[in-house]
């Protein structure tokens, strides 16, 4: 119940396209859904975050979907570039600690 | 503003040595600290995590242990280091698990 499910595991976009990261939870608990981006041999920084009230979160070129029914959300990031070849997890957390999801490796190509 | 250090950046021990990684915390107080480690596949294995000094909760039964000597050091150790332990180890700090979360730069462990 403490899992995160994310997928894909890897992801190959062309440049100026749309890449699209699912993730799927099952503790209704869960109240906070955050997406990390990932640099190689860096450590995970915040990327965007939302809170199960809202259905959608904006950010410049990335956005969250959240549907609470189905306890499921994603990343979609548009116009995708190059500088966005990294890897994201997303997470969900309650009054604990955060718990992360897999990782999907995303590759833009120019 | 707070800064998170964690060192050394890479490291090489052989086998059955010991290991002692390091992370503090700077500009805040009684922060949640945590302990994760990256295999090469990608994944973040929470290892350890502690709301306090003192208290450390284990996620995965394994060769390594934790501490929390003061509130803003987290300490993860081992007495004999197996060739498994090999990956990339990542200490993190939040305030709440509702917040942002900040890692260190994370220490490449290679046991030879």
Known sequence: QQQ??????????QKGGISIINCAYENTAFD?????????????????????DVSEKKEGRFTISFNKSA??????????QPGDSATY????????KLVFGQGTRLTINP | SQTIHQWPAT???????????????????NPNLYWYRQAA???LQLLFYSVGIGQISSEVPQNLSASRPQDRQFIL????????DSGFYLCAWDRSART?????????LTVV
């Open chain 1, 32 to 52: 906070y859904f955050p997406w990390y981006q990932q640099f190689p041999g860096k450590g995970p920084a915040l990327l965007i975050a939302i809170r199960p």
């Open chain 1, 89 to 96: 997890f997303c997470a969900a957390s309650g009054a604990q």
């Open chain 1, 71 to 80: 306890k499921q959300f994603s990343l979609h990031i548009m116009d995708s």
């Open chain 2, 100 to 108: 942002e979360a900040f890692f260190g730069q994370g220490t490449r």
């Open chain 2, 77 to 84: 150790s081992s007495k004999k280091l197996l060739l498994s």
């Open chain 2, 41 to 43: 596949g990608r994944g």
């Open chain 2, 11 to 29: 490291l090489v021990q052989p086998v059955g040595s010991p290991l002692s990684l390091e992370c503090t915390v700077e500009g805040t107080s």
């Open chain 1, 4 to 13: 995160v499910k994310q997928s894909p595991q890897s992801l190959i976009v």
